[in-house]
């Protein structure tokens, strides 16, 4: 085939491979499970040195309740890829799941470490935090996290709650403020908020 | 589904030529027996490799004529071989390792019937990457439009930008172009595709009706293989660009360089070797010799001619007798030491194609005052030299009113393919975002809308711009959609979360990379 090669656009080798796993992405978002594992095996035999299908074959496991595959699919992921953040915070679920939770917490930490901004790795850092009454660097991560996506109220809840077990009544109070003015139906913030004012005002009267 | 054409249908031909081939060459030949459109006649020639006559007996087709030769004499020869077997209005092409979809043909006939202006119809072909496992069955990894170009005859002299087994032209074009170079062994299909363009239009349609495909890693192909040897390769492009088909050419105008030297030498050697080695727009090389060199000369080069002058007439003798013999409608003029380079002759001369002003010529870019060159249309030196012959060159173009200017870096040829290149550099710096603009600008003022469009989605998706890229992709996959255009857009719906939309474009993706849409197959 004769043709002029420098006007030839950068070709992509691995578009079938994407469709597959954008596929088992969408079928996983919407709750199908079955189609979603089905995509996600075959994205991992037309390129098996990826992570990204092995994750989504955990995640696939985790909503089936199937922890050993889950675990299995995860580790599969780390190996093929150590700096995937979200294999990490796999490890961490299932181990969660398990009532594992220093080696979640250790695997959430990981995770964060890869990718600050992994939602699920932040969330599971708080839980599993709560779970073992120890706080120590989740605040930090959390701070991080809303440095890069300001307004996100999943997290802002935590990072407040934090604040008010560390004693940062007026930092809390404002994070809960700040939920209420972007949400403002937001009742756990509410609550909350109203059970600080509520500490504050009978303080004051003792 | 088979067409009922309510008119007489033209006989098509479509010519395949095979060699040791025979896992891929029965699915291209089950393509052509498959099209939508029926009047065809198939010339199939087996090139002298492995026996396929069982494959294509398997069909049972009347319409196959098979050439099963024992001897291997390569592609030009067994497309020689078979347009003389020809009865077809038309003529596609197909190699053995491709294929067709359903409406190749009947769509290249429709255009071809309905657009008498141009006698060569095109349309676009996926590129598909594919994975060679060992018993030779083929994995397709990505399907790309690699290269959706609209005709541009000026680039066609200079390289192919049109896929010979995409293209169909009518047969009687043979006699003008003359048959397949069986001299080459690399770029046969652009030798012949640039001598259509002295001939015909090529019409461009917007239309994916095949794949051609591109085993990753090292590749095996003959053509592949043979480009490698970069001395042959140089060899066969300086042989495609110095052929001339027999005149008329309807669609190009003549270009005659006229050689000032006063002494065959090295110097002269060297000059006239690197005018071959440099100049794409087809031209005749006059060169003024004495008698007595020019009984003794003998060249190769067949667009080169030596015209006898005596050594006491003045140079502008010289010259005037030397224009008297040249045929072309342009007329460069370059003097000995004049230095020449990439695109010397066809910067100023499309310029001076494009302009639509008289009496004018353009100075080539490197002269200076005391060693310059131009290019002019003949009759506008031929009138200059007429009224004012013991005047010099110079003066007598300036007495007739000739003005002398450089072409301007607007009037330069190839813009397209500069502002493509700078594009791809943006690209490669990571500077997706200056990349989409420079396509967009393209697609606004160089045709080739959807080509760059496609382009320009794929820079803004990967600058952060999702929604325009989506928005674009949504646009293109309206008109042509491709694989690329839809998965680009399905990645933006999944991540607004619009699960339904996003799976219903990855489908239809997925099925034409499974080639699923051409359930024969």
Redesign the interface.
């Known amino acids: ?4 090669r ?15 796993q ?2 088992g ?3 996983c ?2 709750g199908d499970y079955e189609k979603a594992r089905k995509y996600y095996e075959n994205a991992a035999v ?1 390129e098996p040195d990826e992570a990204a299908p092995y994750v989504g074959l955990g995640v696939v496991a985790l909503q089936n309740n199937q922890m050993d595959d889950a675990h299995a699919a995860f580790k599969v992921a780390c190996r093929l890829d150590n700096t995937c953040a979200k294999a990490y915070s796999g490890l961490g679920m299932v181990a969660q799941q398990n009532n594992d939770y220093r080696y979640a917490f250790d695997m959430y930490l990981k995770s964060l470490e890869l990718d600050s901004e992994n939602l699920i790795g932040i969330l599971g850092l708080f839980q599993t935090s709560c779970q073992m009454g120890s706080f120590e660097q989740v605040t930090h991560y959390l701070e991080m996290y809303l440095d890069m996506h300001p307004g996100d109220t999943s997290v802002m809840y935590p990072l407040a709650a934090l604040y008010m077990k560390d004693g940062k009544i007026e930092a809390s109070q404002n994070v809960l403020r700040d939920i209420l003015v972007l949400d403002p139906k937001n009742k756990d913030a509410a609550n909350l908020l109203e059970e600080i004012e509520h500490n504050l005002a009978q303080a004051q009267n003792v | 589904m088979k067409r009922d054409y309510k008119k007489i249908e033209p006989l098509v031909n479509v010519i395949i030529p095979t060699f040791n081939r025979p896992q891929y060459f029965q699915k291209a030949l089950k393509s052509i027996l498959n099209q939508s459109y029926e009047n065809m006649q198939i010339i199939v020639v087996n090139d002298g490799g492995q026996d396929v006559s069982d494959i294509v007996e398997s069909f049972c087709d009347s319409r196959i004529l098979f050439i099963n030769r024992k001897e291997n004499y390569g592609k030009a020869f067994s497309l020689n071989e078979a347009l003389k077997y020809a009865q077809g209005k038309y003529v596609a092409y197909l ?1 053995d390792d491709d294929m067709f979809y359903p409406e190749h043909i009947e769509t290249l006939v429709d255009t071809l019937e309905n657009r008498t202006d141009c006698q060569v119809a095109y349309s676009d072909l996926y ?1 598909a ?1 594919c994975k060679v496992s060992q018993d030779g069955s083929r ?6 439009v ?2 959706s ?1 609209d005709f541009d005859r000026f ?1 066609m002299l200079h ?7 995409s293209l169909m032209h009518r047969r009687d074009l043979i006699e003008k172009t003359g048959p397949y170079n069986e001299n080459l062994n ?5 030798d012949m595709t640039r001598r259509l363009a002295f001939f015909t239009d090529f019409y461009h349609v917007y239309k994916i009706t095949g794949e ?1 495909y591109h085993p ?1 890693g090292d590749c095996d192909r003959i ?1 592949v293989q043979q480009r490698k040897n970069k001395q042959n390769y140089v060899r066969n492009v300086v042989e495609i660009r110095a052929s001339r088909p027999e005149k008329p050419w309807p669609k190009i105008k003549d270009l005659s360089i006229i050689f000032m030297t006063n002494r065959l030498d090295r110097q002269t050697g060297q000059t006239i070797g690197a005018i071959r080695q440099h100049t794409f727009y087809p031209y005749k090389l006059y060169l003024p010799v004495s008698q007595k060199d020019f009984n003794g000369i003998s060249t190769d080069m067949k667009n080169l001619v030596f015209v006898s002058v005596s050594p006491e007439r003045s140079q502008e003798e010289q010259l005037d007798l030397l224009l008297m013999q040249s045929e072309g409608e342009y007329i460069a003029i370059i003097p000995r030491e004049y230095p020449i380079r990439d695109r010397w002759i066809e910067n100023p001369l499309y310029a001076l194609i494009n302009n639509r002003g008289d009496r004018i010529g353009y100075l080539l870019e490197d002269s200076t005052d005391s060693m310059w060159g131009v290019v002019l249309k003949k009759e506008d030196i031929s009138k200059a030299r007429k009224m004012f012959p013991h005047l010099s060159l110079l003066d007598s173009l300036n007495a007739s009113g000739i003005k002398l200017k450089k072409p301007e870096f607007e009037e330069l040829p190839l813009q397209f ?1 500069n502002m ?2 700078q594009a ?1 550099n943006a ?1 490669n710096d990571g500077n997706w975002m200056h990349a989409a603009q420079i396509y967009e600008y393209i697609a606004e003022n160089h045709n080739n809308e959807l080509w760059m469009k496609s ?1 320009s989605a ?1 820079a803004l998706y990967k600058a952060g711009n999702k929604q325009l890229a989506a928005c674009l992709c949504h646009e293109i996959n309206q008109q042509r959609p491709t ?2 255009t839809l ?1 680009l857009e ?2 933006v719906k ?1 991540e607004e ?1 619009k ?2 939309e ?2 219903e474009l ?2 239809i ?2 099925r034409t ?1 499974d080639g699923m849409e051409y359930l024969w197959t």
């Open positions: 085939m004769d043709i002029a420098k006007n030839a656009s950068q070709h992509d080798s691995t578009q079938h491979y994407e469709i597959l954008e596929l992405d969408c079928y978002s919407m037309l | 190699d590129k990457y994995q397709v990894l990505s399907k790309t690699e290269v170009r680039f390289f192919n930008h049109v896929l010979h087994v690399v770029l046969i299909d652009w051609y990753m053509s393919d493509i290149q791809f690209q382009l794929n694989v690329s998965l399905a990645k999944r979360k699960y339904d996003a799976v990855l489908t993706a997925e990379i």
